[in-house]
C-alpha cells in the first residue's frame, strides 16, 4: 500500500510565505512526475505545479515567479516552496503522484488547507 502524507499549509497574511511537504510511503518500484494541485471553494481542482524524476518543472501561470517546486527523489519526496501569498492562493492542496509499484499508477495526498489572508 502506498501513501501520500503532506505537511505544511495553515494560515498567513497576504505577502508572506508557507512551505508545504510531501512524502511517498510504501512497497515503491520508483516515482515518475510529483506535483501539487490546489481546488478553492466553488472551483475545479487545477495543476499548481510539477516536477519531473529528471528535475523538469511547470506550473500554472498565476504562481510563476512565487512559487518553487523541489523533490528529493531519495526520500521520495516533494515541496512546494509558496512566496508573495495572495488571498486568492487560498485553497485545499493535494499531492500528487504518478508511481511504479512496478505497474503506473496515480495517488493522492488528503489535502492541506493554506489560507492566506488580505
Known amino acids: 500500500q502506498v501513501q501520500l502524507v503532506e505537511s505544511g499549509g495553515g494560515l498567513v497574511q497576504a505577502g508572506g510565505s508557507l512551505g508545504l511537504s510531501c512524502a511517498a510511503y510504501?512497497?515503491?518500484?520508483?516515482?515518475?512526475?510529483m506535483g501539487w494541485y490546489r481546488q478553492a471553494p466553488g472551483k475545479q481542482r487545477e495543476l499548481v505545479a510539477r516536477?519531473?524524476?529528471?528535475?523538469?518543472?511547470n506550473y500554472v501561470d498565476s504562481v510563476k515567479g512565487r512559487f518553487t517546486i523541489s523533490r528529493t527523489n531519495a526520500k521520495n519526496t516533494v515541496y512546494l516552496q509558496m512566496n508573495s501569498l495572495k488571498p486568492e492562493d487560498t485553497a485545499v492542496y493535494y499531492c500528487?503522484?504518478?508511481?511504479?509499484?512496478?505497474?503506473?499508477?496515480?495517488?493522492w495526498g488528503q489535502g492541506t488547507q493554506v489560507t492566506v489572508s488580505s
Open positions: 500528487n503522484a504518478l508511481i511504479r509499484i512496478p505497474g503506473l499508477r496515480e495517488y
Open positions: 510504501g512497497t515503491i518500484f520508483s516515482i515518475d512526475a
Open positions: 516536477i519531473t524524476n529528471g528535475g523538469s518543472t
